[in-house]
């Protein structure tokens, strides 16, 4: 049985029959790899065909009842997020659709992993879509979401585990991972013990992007509450939830809401790291991203959390330069050049967009929202941005969209293709008046500035 929290970086193209309660007629097709589709339409359909890589029911049966017809792509069968062949498979699908179906007008969505092969069907010069909805899209590309992981286990295992046997990548076994992984984690709650530790947990939860709130019960931390922010960074690294495990391990008196912490993937964020690099490297025959020459005193400089850091560290009596120096010093792990060069031919995007692209994201996102400044200045260097814009919503947790927030942005991007222009549609103040006046529930659209993405090898920040 495939590992939880591999299934969901794998399995995020979902299966299953759409909502049928307002589907008029359905149709369907399988690519000659196994990949799969599906298309259901209302009595009165407006001629809008909504695809999703990764649907959900609430918002195809929301979409069904106000006339939209609602698609579904299912990856073709295997192990690991291969997104250059999903999107493939997803231009092969929608060339089928358009000599079955014959919508007037496609937008695509998806999240996640599905999110990144969303992008490269929008950077397509095809015409086979005319808008896209991105959501916690992985849109900085397989090299630089791989290397944002080794850097921020690195820095674990650097700062938390000296002298202690430690590895995070070439894994040989489930056991091996899962063996690595709670060394891991039990160095995180040591550390939490004390000021020092809880300095470097600040520096460590950094470079792996965990986000600086966790407990969506109570507001996001000041921007000079420090502690806070540590804490939320710490909890992120070990909070487990796992299927039929109540007992979560977090601090700070956090309100475990129903059905877990929204924050952590399933068997905890530690496991994410790990197990998606055991399949990434199953795929690309070898460990795929490196840091030989990394110098971590200058990524330092961009973090978004640098001030968290630097307050901490001198609470803490900590030499903050040295703590550096010495990561720069042990940066020497190399990666196997077949296996990077598959990464970089499968997993990459180039930023040039072809169709209106509304991006989402929540604020508190282990997939951060650094991804999405990288991604903008992808944009810009291509020439593209008055195809992109980019959007928030005050929610923790990865691909956390409320069913109004979905729609709204999809009816942001369809009245961009028929305008011919996004005017004021995309502010946090006119995607919540759209997302609050559906009908559909709670919106959170905010306004927000994301920080640099700093374990991108080639473009610096």
């Not at 092969?117 to 630089?144: H, K, Y």
């Not at 966790?214 to 690294?237: G, K, R, V």
Request: hydrophobic fraction near 40%; proline fraction near 6%; glycine fraction near 10%.
């Amino acid at each position: 049985m495939k590992h939880p929290t591999a299934a969901l970086l794998t399995a995020a193209l979902i299966s299953g029959s759409l909502s049928v309660g307002a589907s008029a007629a359905h149709y369907e097709g399988t690519l000659d790899d196994g990949a799969k589709w599906a298309v259901d339409t209302p009595t009165d359909w407006n001629g809008v065909l909504v695809t999703f890589g990764n649907p959900r029911e609430d918002v195809d049966r929301a979409l069904l009842d106000r006339g939209y017809g609602v698609g579904k792509m299912v990856a073709s069968p295997g192990i690991g997020l291969r997104p250059r062949q999903w999107a493939n498979d997803q231009l092969t699908a929608l060339r089928q659709i358009h000599g079955r179906v014959s919508p007037k007008t496609i937008i695509t969505v998806g999240y996640s992993g599905p999110g990144l092969v969303n992008t490269m069907v929008s950077e397509d010069s095809s015409g086979l879509s005319q808008g896209a909805v991105i959501g916690c899209a992985l849109n900085v590309g397989l090299p630089n979401l791989f290397r944002a992981h080794l850097d921020g286990a690195y820095a674990l295992t650097k700062l938390l585990m000296p002298g202690e046997p430690a590895r995070f990548f070439n894994f040989k076994s489930r056991v091996d991972i899962d063996t690595q992984v709670a060394q891991m984690r039990a160095a995180v709650m040591r550390a939490q013990q004390t000021p020092e530790g809880r300095a470097r947990i600040a520096l460590v939860g950094s470079f792996a992007m965990m986000p600086t709130w966790f407990d969506p019960s109570t507001p996001p931390p000041n921007a000079d509450d420090y502690d806070a922010q540590e804490l939320a960074q710490f909890n992120h690294l070990t909070a487990l939830n796992v299927m039929g495990l109540d007992g979560m391990t977090v601090a700070g008196g956090a309100t475990r809401p129903e059905g877990g912490w929204p924050g952590v993937v399933l068997g905890g964020n530690l496991s994410f790291i790990t197990y998606s690099r055991y399949d990434m490297e199953r795929l690309a025959g070898g460990n795929v991203t490196s840091n030989a020459g990394v110098d971590y005193a200058d990524l330092f400089q961009n973090l978004p959390t640098r001030a968290e850091i630097e307050a901490l560290y001198e609470k803490a009596g900590l030499d903050l330069s040295a703590d550096l120096t010495r990561m720069t010093d042990g940066a020497n792990i190399e990666a196997d050049p077949e296996a990077a060069a598959w990464l970089e031919t499968h997993g990459t995007v180039s930023g040039r967009l072809h169709v209106p692209t509304l991006s989402i994201r929540t604020i508190s996102d282990i997939a951060g929202p650094q991804y999405d400044t990288w991604y903008a200045d992808r944009v810009g260097e291509a020439g593209a941005s008055r195809m992109l814009r980019q959007s928030w919503v005050q929610h923790v947790g990865h691909c956390r969209f409320t069913p109004a927030e979905v729609i709204a942005s999809i009816l942001t991007v369809q009245a961009r293709i028929e305008k011919g222009d996004w005017g004021e549609s995309t502010t946090p103040e006119a995607l919540q008046a759209l997302a609050t006046s559906l009908d559909l529930g709670e919106a959170a659209f905010v306004p927000f500035t994301p920080g640099k993405f700093v374990s991108d090898r080639e473009h610096r920040p």
